[in-house]
């Protein structure tokens, strides 16, 4: 970004889909600008000025199945696709771009995905496969190895992310000015988006009153691999620094962490830096069930043993998607989708909401899997979205099929409509649940007159709605003042969540979250030099297992509904963003060093307390 620094792409300003904002800065691809009120007015109003800089590092997804694409070539020129991706219309674009041939010319077949975390909406080796299935004639596969993963797949930027935040006299958050620079690796094309910006960067307002705002995000070029979007992209780096931030100013301030941020939280009629402004904010709520739960404020078993917050928001995602539901011939229900299972029961909870609706139980509802010839393009999974979009597409196609019943069987049974209701797979009387008939003898009747019973929805959510979801976590965790070896004996997390309509799978992306943010906060990271990786290895590159996980500990507020059908909100990414600052803000407390770059590791800590040693 420095003047006279190698240009790695001389001739970027030509590139298609270059964002219309790039600034003149050398090897910066996109700048993201966020702004509330006047932030110069906000500094000079303020009676404190804290300034800190935080790092963050390459992280990979740690999927179980790597990236993997199979493609034939008809003799036409059709071009069939099965590949690792949880984007299958998104894919189908990038190709036609890609290969410049005609988007009606691609057909991608969905499949199961071994896990994605965010990494599975690139194209990745796709093109190669085409290019090599058409010069040989003969269907091509390719799965990268995790060495391949490791060296060359799409990881989670590195960010460098400098705060300055105003203080008032009282303890008030007045101004605060942000600049996030993420490493973009050599290419911008791996960001599953039609732009190459993280507009994670909106989180360095936290979850806090902050009436002065000003926020510059960056992608810049470099000599790296090229990185992609992993869970919550850019959340994770920026609650990292806020939350660590917020510790950091409590101490100088001399006030309980959380004291602080309770007199700094949002509340309602407060703007999110896009401008959205917020309404039900529960995040006082969310913040102080943690902190009970957890038994903030009381003491500790042993020495060297501390506790930490970390709060953050996760606005439910945006989007686009199709469902399709037709009576079957033995009275029950098929639903069809082309939003791929990613591996967090999105299936289930499609087929739950159906039988809500249709009243009828889950077993009689069966999942076909479609492609992309058979809908209209969608957004697919991603941003926390799909129980949102997908399950609300659902809700409308149901709602559809159930008049279209109801209607059928009003002509059969002599009653009107209004009279008539679904349970159990039948149609029953109202107030005579005797009278009716079974699902399978409208199927029957409409088989005769080769008109299916069936209806469908295309839903486009456009924009984000006033409500969002919160997370509030108490991390504690144990240093060993020797060696700096960190310890996460427990975390308390709070979530904000409405209806959850699985409790099993809800749960288990509260905890699976919960592990993601502890495997950035502590071990995993890729390393190398002068951009060439030398973790090529899962033995090299350490995942979380069983024995990182500490007791876990949730508390789920659903006292106030989201736009999720039924009144849900989103959890998918929420309970990862939290972790890094909770456990730095615990290791402060447990040994008095301050960790500003993840992962925090054992000899960052170790070198930490032999510098206090030496400096007393």
């Known amino acids: 970004m420095q003047p006279g620094a190698p240009i790695l792409h001389e001739k970027f300003r030509t590139y298609q889909h270059l964002p219309p904002d790039a600034p003149d800065i050398p090897n910066a691809v996109s700048h993201l600008g966020y702004k509330l009120g006047n932030v110069e007015d906000g500094f000079r109003q303020a009676h404190h000025i804290f300034e800190h800089i935080f790092r963050t590092q390459w992280m990979h997804q740690g999927y179980l199945e790597p990236h993997a694409t199979a ?102 958050l007045i101004a605060r000015q942000a600049r996030a ?43 790296c691999v090229p990185c992609g979007h992993t869970r919550a992209p850019g959340d994770p780096q920026l609650i990292f620094a806020v939350e660590s931030q917020m510790d950091m100013m409590a101490a100088e301030l001399g006030i309980d962490p959380l ?79 082309t939003i791929p299972d990613t591996g967090t029961g999105a299936h289930t909870i499609m087929r739950q909401i159906a039988c809500e609706i249709l009243g009828m139980p889950l077993e009689r509802v069966r999942v076909n899997i479609g492609n992309t010839d058979q809908f209209r393009t ?66 029957a009747r409409a088989g005769t007159r080769k008109e299916p019973l069936k209806a469908n929805c295309y839903l486009n959510a456009e924009a984000h709605g006033t409500v969002t979801s919160f997370c509030a976590q108490v991390a504690e965790v144990e240093v060993d003042r020797e060696t700096g070896q960190v310890r996460v004996l427990k975390i308390t997390c709070a979530h904000d969540a409405g209806t959850v309509i699985n409790p099993l799978g809800h749960q288990g992306q509260i905890e699976g979250g919960i592990m993601h943010g502890v495997g950035f906060s502590l071990i995993e990271e890729i390393q190398g030099e002068q951009g060439r990786f030398s973790t090529l290895s899962l033995g090299d590159y350490k995942l979380p297992n069983i024995k990182d996980i500490p007791e876990l500990r949730t508390v789920v507020l659903t006292e106030t509904g989201g736009p999720v059908p039924f009144g849900g909100k989103s959890v998918g990414e929420g309970t990862t963003s939290p972790v890094p600052g909770a456990i730095a803000n615990a290791v402060f407390d447990a040994v008095g060093v301050r960790i500003m770059e993840t992962p925090i590791t054992a000899e960052k800590i170790y070198s930490a307390l032999h510098h206090i040693h030496s400096v007393k």
């Open 71 to 172: 493609v034939s070539l008809e003799d036409s020129g059709r071009v069939h696709v099965w590949s690792s991706n949880k984007m299958p219309f998104r894919l189908k674009e990038l190709l036609s771009d890609c290969l410049l041939i005609p988007e009606e010319q691609i057909l991608i077949h969905l499949l199961p995905i071994g896990g994605d975390f965010g990494g599975k909406g690139a194209v990745m080796d796709t093109p190669l496969c085409y290019h090599l299935s058409r010069l040989t004639r003969r269907p091509v596969k390719m799965v990268m190895s995790y060495t391949e993963e490791l060296m060359a797949g799409n990881p989670r930027h590195p960010a460098i992310i400098t705060l300055k935040t105003g203080v008032s006299r009282d303890g008030k």
């Open 181 to 223: 620079i993420f490493n973009s690796g050599a290419y911008g094309g791996f960001k599953p988006i039609p732009n190459v910006s993280i507009v994670g960067a909106a989180k360095a307002q936290g979850c806090y009153h902050i009436p002065h705002l000003k926020i510059d995000s960056y992608c810049v070029y470099t000599n």
């Open 259 to 337: 004291e602080f941020r309770t007199q700094n939280l949002l509340r309602d009629g407060d703007r999110l830096p896009q401008g959205t402004p917020l309404e039900q904010v529960r995040i006082r709520e969310t913040l102080e069930a943690a902190a009970k739960a957890a038994g903030w404020g009381t003491r500790k078993s042993r020495p060297n043993i501390g506790r930490g917050i970390g709060i953050a928001h996760r606005h439910i995602g945006i989007g686009d998607a199709n469902a399709e539901l037709e009576l079957e011939e033995a009275g029950g229900i098929l639903l069809t989708t």
């Open 378 to 443: 969608e957004a697919g999974a991603g941003a926390s979205r799909v129980t949102h979009v997908a399950g609300r597409a659902t809700l409308e196609a149901a709602q559809k099929l159930k008049d279209l019943l109801l209607q059928e069987a009003s002509s059969v049974l002599g009653k009107a409509s209004g009279d008539l209701g679904l349970r159990g797979g039948r149609v029953e009387v109202r107030g005579n649940p005797r009278s009716g008939l079974d699902l399978s003898e409208l199927a």
